[in-house]
């Protein structure tokens, strides 16, 4: 199961640092729901103190298999939203939003570049409503003793390789 489309922009900030190495630095500053079509970057501001980029075109959807990732930015205290972001010459170029963790944390371990914004609180209701439907947890199971514990499988292999120093 998949929602509908989110159409998005991201706004992208180029803000100065105090730094010898890196006299700036790229973030995310806004995730604006977006009816405009994908289309060329648009400067929005770009002087001494930042640089505003809008990226239009970007697009989101909730898929029923990714609920458990979408639970856990939920559960997290301070939901969000996930940007996967490259640079492209000198710009920051956003490639792809998301809400699940899962999927972010999935994105980074590919050695992506992700940063957070904050959720609205209509997204956060609509996420909600989404996790609510569809998120169910896995059943915990029975806990298994663990082999540094003995138990039976333990006991019957020391026996097996004192038989088989011995046997010979």
């Given amino acids: 199961m998949e929602t509908d489309e989110l159409s998005l922009a991201v706004v992208m900030r180029r803000k ?7 006299p700036f630095q790229w973030v995310p500053a806004e995730v604006v729901l977006s009816p405009l079509p994908a289309g060329a970057p648009r400067c929005l501001r770009d002087d001494a103190s930042e640089a505003l980029w809008l ?39 956003p490639q792809f939003v998301t809400l699940s963790y899962n999927e972010a944390a999935r994105l980074m371990d590919g050695g992506e570049q992700v940063d957070t914004l904050p959720l609205p609180p209509a997204i956060v209701e609509r996420l909600g409503a989404f996790v609510a439907e569809y998120y169910r947890p896995e059943p915990k199971g029975k806990r298994r003793r663990p082999s540094f514990e003995g138990g039976a499988a333990v006991q019957q292999m ?3 390789e004192r038989e088989g120093r011995h046997g010979r």
């Fill in 16 to 22: 100065p640092l105090k730094s010898t190495w890196q």
């Fill in 55 to 93: 990226y239009p075109g970007l697009s989101m959807r909730l898929y029923s298999d990714e609920a458990e990732g979408y639970f856990l930015n939920l559960d997290s205290g301070a939901p969000c939203w996930f940007i996967m972001w490259r640079m492209e010459g000198e710009h920051a170029v």
């Fill in 158 to 160: 020391a026996r097996e």
